[in-house]
C-alpha cells in the first residue's frame, strides 16, 4: 500500500450504531489530520494529530471520538450519530519539514447516517 | 481570519480549450496557497503549491498558477483541456506554523465540465 489508505470506503450505519474509521499512511509523515466534507460546503477540519498528540479539535461533537495510536494510524470513532453527519469523511497527512506541510489525503470514507 | 473565496460554482470548458480557475484569498501574513483536484469518489490530489520565490508555479497534469500578491488571488490555468480533467478543483490557504502541522482553509471548490 502507498500514500494515505482509509478504510472502509463506504459506511451505513444507524443512529444508534457504534462504528469507527481508519485511516493509515504509508508516507512516514508525522503529522495526520480529520476532515469533513459536506455537499456545497467548504472542507471542515475536524482533529488534528502532530507526534500522535492532539493538537486541534475544531469543535467537534462528542459523539466523534479519534484516536492516534501512533504516527501511522489514525482512528474516528463514532456513536449516537445524526443523520447531518451523513458526509465523506477524509483523512490527511503531511510532515513537519522546512516549514512545508502540503497534506496528502486519502480517498475517503463515504458515511450515510439512517 | 482566513478565507479563500472561488466564485465560480461551475465551469464548463471544451476539450483543448484553455481554463483558467479563479481563487481569491484572505491571509494576515505570507500565505501558502494549494490548488487540489478532487475525482468523484476519491480524494484530494496536490496539483500544486506556492510557499515563496517565483511567481507562477507549476504543477501536475500541466497545470499552472500565478501568486499575485496585490489581488490576493492565486488562479489556476492550463492551456489545453483534456477530458480526463473533469473534476472539482479546491484552493487552499494556510500559514508558516512551527508547531509541526498546517491548517489549512479550503474554498468551496470549482466543478469543471469538460465538452466533447
Known amino acids: 500500500e502507498t500514500g494515505v489508505t482509509q478504510t472502509p470506503r463506504h459506511l451505513v450505519m444507524g443512529m444508534t450504531n457504534k462504528k469507527s474509521l481508519k485511516c493509515e499512511q504509508h508516507l512516514g509523515h508525522n503529522a495526520m489530520y480529520w476532515y469533513k466534507q459536506s455537499a456545497k460546503k467548504p472542507l471542515e477540519l475536524m482533529f488534528v494529530y502532530s507526534l500522535e498528540e492532539r493538537v486541534e479539535n475544531n469543535s467537534v461533537p462528542s459523539r466523534f471520538s479519534p484516536e492516534c495510536p501512533n504516527s501511522s494510524h489514525l482512528f474516528l470513532h463514532l456513536h449516537t450519530l445524526q443523520p447531518e453527519d451523513s458526509a465523506l469523511y477524509l483523512c490527511?497527512?503531511?510532515?513537519?519539514?522546512?516549514?512545508?506541510?502540503?497534506?496528502?489525503f486519502g480517498p475517503g470514507t463515504r458515511l450515510t447516517v439512517t | 481570519a482566513q478565507s479563500v473565496t472561488q466564485p465560480d460554482i461551475h465551469i464548463t470548458v471544451s476539450e483543448g480549450a484553455s481554463l483558467e480557475l479563479r481563487c481569491n484569498y484572505s491571509y494576515g501574513a505570507t500565505p501558502y496557497l494549494f490548488w487540489y483536484v478532487q475525482s468523484p469518489g476519491q480524494g484530494l490530489q496536490l496539483l500544486l503549491k506556492?510557499?515563496?520565490?517565483?511567481?507562477l508555479v507549476q504543477g501536475i497534469k500541466g497545470f499552472e498558477a500565478e501568486f499575485k500578491r496585490s489581488q490576493s488571488s492565486f488562479n489556476l490555468r492550463k492551456p489545453s483541456v483534456h477530458w480526463s480533467d473533469a473534476a472539482e478543483y479546491f484552493c487552499a490557504v494556510g500559514g508558516r506554523k512551527n508547531t509541526g502541522f498546517q491548517k489549512l482553509v479550503f474554498g468551496t471548490g470549482t466543478r469543471l465540465l469538460v465538452s466533447p
Open positions: 506556492y510557499f515563496s520565490g517565483d511567481t
Open positions: 490527511a497527512s503531511s510532515l513537519h519539514r522546512d516549514n512545508s506541510y502540503e497534506q496528502y
